[in-house]
């Protein structure tokens, strides 16, 4: 392109660092990013949003972070993919700090902040935060139940199985795929607690 004399626009780095991010070509990206400094390009929200998704798929979270604390408009897709990101290489604090500011929050946004705290050995955070989702009017879905179950287990929370089920017996006629329904479902997620209780037990 540039050998024809044809400069690419905005739209065309957007696809280039779409597949630098996907691929983790840090390499190419940093080439990209140089390219539109060089040469004075204005970077819309997207192109933004194009760069900091390349640098956090490369694993440079500080570059990302840095790029997304610049946005004037911080968009739902953005943010919940830096949550989701931070969370990945263990800075759930960070992650919480960008979803505390966040104003609107769907149901993806909630799920990835959930799966990361039952992710990083926290799942405390992530049964409270699943009790303030649904103070919040949003439904948890199955991607959200199976984190919950992964907290519930770490935690052997007994108490928590039955509820979980009977939430996961409430989803859009479909049952979370982990628990098949019913009393198997109650017995799966007593066997997964219990097992976690009895490591523990093996210790004290």
Excluded at 20 to 48: E, F, M, P, Q, Y
């Amino acid at each position: 392109m540039r050998s024809s004399n044809v400069e690419p626009d905005p739209r065309v780095f957007t696809t280039i660092l779409s597949a630098c991010g996907k691929t983790g070509n840090l390499a190419i990206g940093k080439v990209i990013h140089g390219l539109i400094s060089d040469n004075n390009i204005i970077a819309d929200s997207r192109l933004l949003s194009s760069l900091i998704s390349m640098y956090a798929g490369c694993g440079c979270m500080d570059l990302a972070q840095n790029l997304y604390d610049k946005l004037s408009q911080k968009n739902l897709v953005v943010s919940t993919a830096m949550i989701s990101w931070h969370s990945k290489v263990g800075q759930v604090e960070a992650a919480r700090s960008i979803f505390d500011q966040m104003t609107d929050k769907d149901l993806v946004c909630w799920s990835a902040m959930i799966s990361g705290y039952a992710e990083s050995d926290q799942p405390q955070e992530a049964l409270k935060l699943l009790d303030e989702m649904q103070a919040s009017g949003v439904k948890p879905d199955q991607v959200t139940m199976l984190s919950i179950i992964s907290a519930c287990a770490n935690l052997g929370a007994l108490d928590q199985a039955k509820r979980i089920v009977e939430m996961c017996l409430s989803l859009d006629g479909q049952s979370c795929p982990v628990l098949g329904g019913g009393m198997w479902g109650v017995a799966r997620i007593a066997e997964m607690c219990l097992s976690s209780a009895d490591k523990v037990t093996r210790y004290l």
